[in-house]
């Protein structure tokens, strides 16, 4: 017979349910209903049986309990992978928020990627035949998004982080974009600025006509007038941020001031004011939303609105596991601000539009000789 290391520790016997069983005077199928939140246990038992399971360090079997409730207790989560590199500064963060709270209910995190967007449709549905998520939390939401008219089919819960054009039985959790926009547009004028302009995200997204919304309510709030020429829609990346404040600052009468809808998006404005002549906080103010970690070693760094996305992940979290346990999507819905992270990038503007103008024209004098 083989005998243990000196020293070795000895594994301490697995707690079984009879074992919590026992020490709760319960029936087994109680303790089990209890630990699988059955509506027809009551409350304080379940608060009961779980504060024993934690005291005495019961852990289920994966395996046997997704046999038993049909459940493989996972969340599920798949990126798109353009989408996985636009959320990088944020994915960390995201994800570490969500495992956080499912593992506080003893449950994991299933996540995958895709290269397409009907690759991601493929990857939820396989997730799903093959029972390995219970619910999905569905990111950066799209105006008419093909997931949820997937995971509706499917008849599977999801909340979404983001909002959809049809709301209709659908759980959420989002930041308020369209305040921190108004709020860009009023920091701006409080500065002096009298020329703001705009440039959005993406058609596709959710977020974008939202925003927008959020910058028109700004400017008539403010007492300025909307004018298209100051208003761009579609960007996504640094080159269309680049794109957007070169055509800008190329006008008869270009802003003073820029409010950008994604951070990526100013950041690559930052190179073509150079370019332009323009110190960007001085010449050029920019206010932007995001709160990337970049933007806060940019030069100057970056005026954003910041959103915390590890906080995020919890609330989504939190909100699927509900769903999965039986609340009404309708009932899981909550808006949050988005909090100012003030930087170097705006302030009171040092040139009136003509004379940007005129610093234009000599920049781009100067580069074509």
Not at 109 to 115: C, G, N, S
Not at 259 to 262: D, G, L, P, Q, W
């Given at each position: 017979m083989i005998s243990p290391a000196k020293g070795t520790p000895k594994m301490r016997p697995r707690v079984t349910i009879n074992d919590l069983a026992e020490a709760l005077g319960l029936t087994k199928g109680t303790v089990s209903r209890a630990l699988n939140d059955y509506p027809d246990i009551s409350p304080s038992t379940r608060t009961r049986v779980r504060h024993q399971a934690e005291m005495m360090?019961?852990?289920p079997l994966s395996h046997a309990q997704a046999i038993r409730t049909g459940r493989a207790r996972s969340l599920g989560l798949v990126l798109q992978d353009d989408e996985a590199g636009s959320h990088r500064p944020f994915l960390a963060e995201f994800v570490a928020g969500i495992t956080h709270a499912a593992s506080a209910a003893n449950w994991t995190?299933?996540?995958?990627?895709?290269?397409t967007e009907q690759g991601v449709l493929e990857t939820m549905e396989r997730l799903t035949d093959e029972r390995k998520a219970d619910g999905f939390i569905v990111p950066r939401t799209l105006r008419h998004d093909p997931r949820v008219e997937l995971l509706r089919r499917l008849e599977k819960p999801f909340v979404l982080f983001g909002r959809v054009e049809e709301m209709d039985g659908c759980a959420w959790y989002d930041i308020s974009g369209e305040d921190a926009m108004r709020d860009a547009v009023l920091r701006l004028a409080g500065f002096g600025h009298r020329r703001i302009a705009y440039v959005g995200g993406g058609d596709r997204y959710n977020f974008t006509g939202l925003r927008r919304q959020g910058f028109l309510a700004g400017l008539d709030a403010a007492g300025l007038r909307a004018e298209p020429?100051?208003?761009c829609d579609g960007g996504m990346t640094a080159i269309d941020g680049r794109e957007a404040i070169t055509g800008l600052m190329r006008l008869?009468?270009?802003p003073t001031g820029i409010?950008?809808?994604?951070d990526r998006v100013a950041l690559g404005g930052y190179r073509a004011a150079a370019r332009l002549g323009l110190a960007v906080g001085r010449e050029l103010s920019i206010i932007s939303y995001d709160g990337v970690p970049e933007g806060a070693y940019a030069t100057p760094a970056l005026t954003s609105f910041a959103v915390d996305s590890r906080r995020a992940g919890e609330r989504l979290a939190e909100m699927l596991l509900a769903l999965v346990h039986g609340a009404e999507p309708e009932t899981l819905r909550a808006l949050e601000p988005a909090r100012l992270v003030a930087g170097g990038s705006d302030g009171p503007p040092a040139l009136d539009p003509a004379a940007l103008a005129a610093r234009v024209a000599l920049a781009d004098s100067n580069s074509s000789q």
């Open positions: 360090g019961y852990r995190l299933t996540i995958a990627t895709a290269r020429r100051l208003i008869p009468e270009p409010v950008f809808a994604v």
